[in-house]
């Protein structure tokens, strides 16, 4: 007999994942027969190469977080749009959600961090818990009146929570009346890779799953002490010094081979460059809420750079990139062991 669990992930971009799959690795050695039935929009060879416990897939929207015009820019308008479409019938996802499940006879559920899932587990009586740096609730309600009813859903759906786990680096997300600390949530069993002696310096540019913002990749040829690594196709006729990477052994460990970061300031990426140690410079989100936090403690706590939306466009990167490099700050030496910690929560709970 196996101890179904089923888990939503939002689907959007990749840090949910990155966040949920350590917790869930972890889970599986404190219960061997566990087995997860996945509930998200994310590609499934994306969900395999981070989650190492079998699962079953069922595939479709849990959530709509925030509709992305490219990985640095929000469409607040689409988002509202969307957003209020998904929730009129929420009664009805719920009850599909239930009727889905029941055949599993799911012991908990788990989420990141769709709202989904917590008034669908009450309905099933089952406990269930949220593992999350943000929540949409905490999010929309910088767009919308204090008292719209799309934010009166989602603190009610919140409600239903048993347990929120906030790892470092977390919105308060005071709408969940429960809430646990815990220590910043990595994969702690990333391969340790040397970074190679070249003479050139290496910047790998992370943007997640909406793909890197528009900008002109010629101009980083001009930057001949260094060369760059894409997770994306790159155009035949880029620069010699731009090439693509490979996430074959993991993001962390593709970061261990680099000088520097380029990215946007989220949770999945600043928690693997906190992990490896390894400086970054990031680019402004004006528009989504989470950013004054992360900016804030970027500024305090890490060898980071921020650049300009127009510096990054036009390529004139070196600068923001040797003043990473070159930053005093250090990250703070804390255990990242918050995968654990959450794992044995919700265990002990079981």
């Not at 939002?10 to 949910?16: A, I, K, L, N, P």
């Not at 350590?22 to 050695?29: A, D, E, F, I, T």
């Not at 996802?93 to 989420?111: C, M, N, T």
Request: with cysteine.
């Amino acid at each position: 007999m196996t101890r179904p669990i089923a888990v939503y992930i939002s689907g959007h971009g990749y840090g949910h994942l990155a966040r949920v799959a350590p917790v869930l690795n972890r889970l599986s050695g404190m219960i061997p027969d566990i087995h997860l039935i996945l509930c998200t929009a994310l590609p499934v060879d994306f969900l395999s190469r981070l989650i190492r416990v079998p699962f079953t897939l069922h595939t479709g929207a849990v959530d709509i977080g925030v509709v992305q015009k490219n990985a640095i820019s929000e469409d607040i308008p689409a988002t509202m749009l969307a957003a209020r479409d998904f929730y009129e019938g929420f009664v009805k996802r719920i009850g599909q959600e239930v009727e889905r499940l029941k055949s599993y006879q799911p012991v908990a559920v788990l989420s990141d961090i769709s709202p989904l899932a917590f008034p669908v587990a009450k309905r099933l009586g089952i406990p269930c818990f949220g593992i999350a740096n943000l929540d949409w609730h905490d999010i929309y309600r910088d767009f919308l009146p204090a008292d719209d009813p799309l934010l009166s859903l989602l603190a009610q759906a919140h409600s239903d929570c048993d347990l929120l786990i906030q790892p470092s680096l977390c919105m308060p997300m005071t709408s969940f009346p429960r809430r646990k600390q815990v220590e910043i949530i990595v994969d702690d069993e990333w391969t340790d890779v040397a970074k190679q002696n070249e003479v050139q310096k290496t910047a790998l540019i992370m943007f997640g799953g909406a793909g890197d913002p528009p900008f002109d990749i010629h101009s980083l040829g001009s930057m001949s002490d260094w060369q760059f690594l894409t997770l994306n196709p790159i155009p035949t006729n880029a620069p010699a010094n731009v090439r693509q990477g490979s996430l074959k052994r993991g993001s962390a460990a593709l970061m261990q081979k680099c000088d520097v970061v380029v990215t946007k300031p989220g949770y999945g990426t600043l928690a693997e460059c906190w992990q490896t140690k390894t400086p970054l410079v990031y680019l402004p989100r004006d528009l989504f809420p989470e950013y004054p936090y992360l900016d804030t403690w970027l500024q305090k706590s890490a060898p980071s750079a921020r650049l300009s939306i127009e510096a990054f466009v036009s390529g004139n990167w070196e600068a923001a990139m040797k003043q990473a490099i070159d930053c005093r700050r250090t990250y703070p030496n804390i255990p990242c062991s918050g995968a654990l910690q959450a794992a044995e929560l919700i265990a002990q709970a079981l």
